[in-house]
Nanobody
């Protein structure tokens, strides 16, 4: 059974940094596309970044240059380093896995973690 567990959320001031971690079990992150999504209250879940099997990253336009997705195959972990955080980045962040080679659409991901809250104060 595939299980994803996020950690590392918290509260920071604008301009600060956080690193989210996604621990995977039941699946090797090196063989899947793993994505990070966020969802603010009253808004749809949106793709933030994804990393394909083989390590090819994708970033949504609003986070390019600020966020970095990476994976540690030995520890079966995927990370999202978030720098220069803005108040509009505040949301619940989820990691998710898909059997597709690559995607940034939430509808394509069939396994989700429970989420990690990120709060950014101005």
């Amino acid at each position: 059974q595939v299980r994803l567990v996020e950690s590392g959320g918290g509260s920071v001031q604008a301009g600060g940094s956080l690193r989210l971690s996604c621990a995977a079990s039941g699946v090797r992150v090196s063989t899947r596309c793993i994505g990070w999504f966020h969802q603010a209250p009253g808004k749809e879940r949106e793709g933030v970044a994804a990393i394909r099997a083989g390590g090819i990253p994708y970033y949504a336009a609003p986070v390019k240059g600020r966020f970095t997705i990476s994976q540690n195959n030995a520890q079966n972990m995927v990370y999202l380093q978030m720098n220069s955080l803005k108040p509009e980045d505040a949301a619940m962040y989820y990691c998710a896995a898909t059997k597709l080679i690559g995607s940034s659409r939430a509808a394509d991901f069939n396994c989700w973690g429970q989420g990690a809250q990120v709060t950014v104060s101005s």
